[in-house]
């Protein structure tokens, strides 16, 4: 592997191009760690010392996480990769529902350009909207509760709307360089940035664990942590290879199919898609509620607010994880079947020779395809369900709560392997063109 690296950075394009990724999320930290205008800094580092740990921590957990701690800190990047990310999700998902969106789809590069487009307008306004909240939510205390700093100095209605464009342009910006990556760097740019943001956050962390708890455990979350990156590396590679054989035909005077492959069927098919969505959904009554009592004479005396109080709160409690949990193979499911069509596929195999031995093609195609990824989601989705909850069942172990403890385990660790293979198999590919052994031997 490494002689692979010294060859990859000995070709010129492709050092170019690692060196362009690596500026890129060296410049998104530096933008991570650059307080906006009119915030307090020192107040702000105060407060999270305070409340480390707190519910304004379990509401932002994850897009705190995906910002690096850039959230709670209020800089420029605050809002980070989320807009984009959410917005890419929701246009995914109205492709099944507006048919003009199936049609771009279909349309190929033109079509994904023009989708690519909506994706941005929708983040940029996504992104006012999270950015106003999180100001709103500072400026009345309801971000770092329990804190009795003032986390903005001037909280006149132009410094907040001052505030709320920077962080919007900050988005922007976030959004601008994860498709430069994409376009002329190595791997996803987007993801690659979310990696730097969890990857940033682990050695504080494991500091954290190593000061509050001594070496003995820390020894142990580093044990634990290797067994479960083994144990996702082993899943995320996992994958179902059902053959398919192209019957011979005459094109001219030329012969072509004959030949044998395979359809190959992830058992986790849906990524770590369905624990952000199921992560975004239990923090949206807690963060309702938040924003209520914010301007409630007598809070918490609802029966919504001793709800949310009683099971949507604690996320170490027997609730909380079985709701969260229950949603994660619930969107596990949802998303598969939106995004895998059986029928597509059993009529793309038809229209080109295509077939499953012992399968007729056509519609028994498209059933068997649809049998197959039902089995295999199911273990999917708990899989991806029991990554998603070791950090609830172990917030004991650090000294700073949830959020500090999540790229030990849950969507962290899935979203740093997931990164992390799939740009070590860019490369490798790459290095393969230019003959070289590449990575895996």
Excluded at 216 to 222: K, M, P, Y
Aim: charged share 10%; glycine share 10%; aromatic share 10%.
């Amino acid at each position: 592997m490494l002689s692979a690296f010294i060859s990859s950075l000995r070709t010129a394009d492709l050092r170019r191009k690692i060196l362009f990724t690596l500026g890129v999320v060296l410049l998104y930290r530096v933008g991570a760690s650059l307080p906006s205008p009119g915030v307090n800094y020192p107040n702000v580092q105060e407060c999270i010392a305070q409340v480390s740990g707190g519910e304004s921590g379990q509401i932002y957990s994850l897009i705190n996480l995906f910002s690096g701690g850039a959230l709670l800190q209020l800089s420029v990047f605050a809002v980070g990769v989320m807009p984009y990310i959410t917005a890419s999700i929701i246009v995914q998902l109205l492709t099944v529902v507006i048919p003009r969106f199936e049609q771009l789809r279909k349309e190929g590069q033109a079509g994904q350009a023009k989708m690519t487009q909506y994706t941005r307008y929708l983040a940029v306004a996504l992104a006012v909207l999270q950015s106003t909240s999180i100001v709103a939510l500072a400026a009345n205390g309801g971000l770092l509760q329990g804190c009795t700093l003032d986390i903005i100095d001037d909280q006149a209605i132009f410094s907040l709307v001052v505030i709320v464009l920077v962080m919007t342009a900050g988005a922007t910006l976030v959004m601008w360089m994860g498709e430069l990556v994409t376009e002329r760097g190595i791997g996803n740019g987007m993801s690659l940035i979310i990696f730097a943001s969890i990857a940033a956050a682990m050695p504080g962390e494991g500091k954290s664990i190593l000061d509050s708890r001594g070496g003995l455990v820390f020894t142990a979350v580093c044990a634990g942590a290797l067994i479960i990156i083994i144990g996702v590396v082993f899943v995320e590679q996992g994958q179902r290879r059902i053959p398919v054989q192209y019957a011979k035909r005459m094109v001219g005077r030329r012969m072509y199919g004959g030949t044998s492959t395979y359809l190959p069927l992830k058992v986790n098919q849906a990524g770590v898609i369905p624990v952000i969505f199921a992560s975004s959904l239990i923090y949206i009554p807690h963060l309702i509620t938040q924003l209520i009592q914010s301007g409630s004479s007598n809070p918490g005396t609802g029966w919504w607010d001793r709800f949310v109080a009683e099971y949507l709160t604690d996320p170490s409690s027997p609730w909380y994880i079985g709701i969260y949990f229950a949603l994660i193979i619930f969107f596990t499911y949802f998303y598969v079947s939106i995004t895998f069509n059986p029928d597509e596929r059993a009529d793309e195999m038809k229209k080109f020779g295509g077939f499953i031995p012992g399968i007729r093609p056509g519609k028994p195609t498209a059933d068997y395809l649809r049998y197959v990824l039902s089995r295999i989601t199911l273990p999917g989705s708990i899989y991806l369900g029991v990554i998603a909850v070791i950090p609830n069942l172990f917030l004991s172990v650090g000294s700073n709560g949830p959020v500090q403890n999540l790229p030990f385990g849950g969507v962290g660790v899935l979203i740093m392997i997931g990164v992390g293979l799939d740009t070590v198999k860019q490369i490798e590919s790459q290095l393969m063109q230019r003959n070289y052994e590449g990575f895996l031997k």
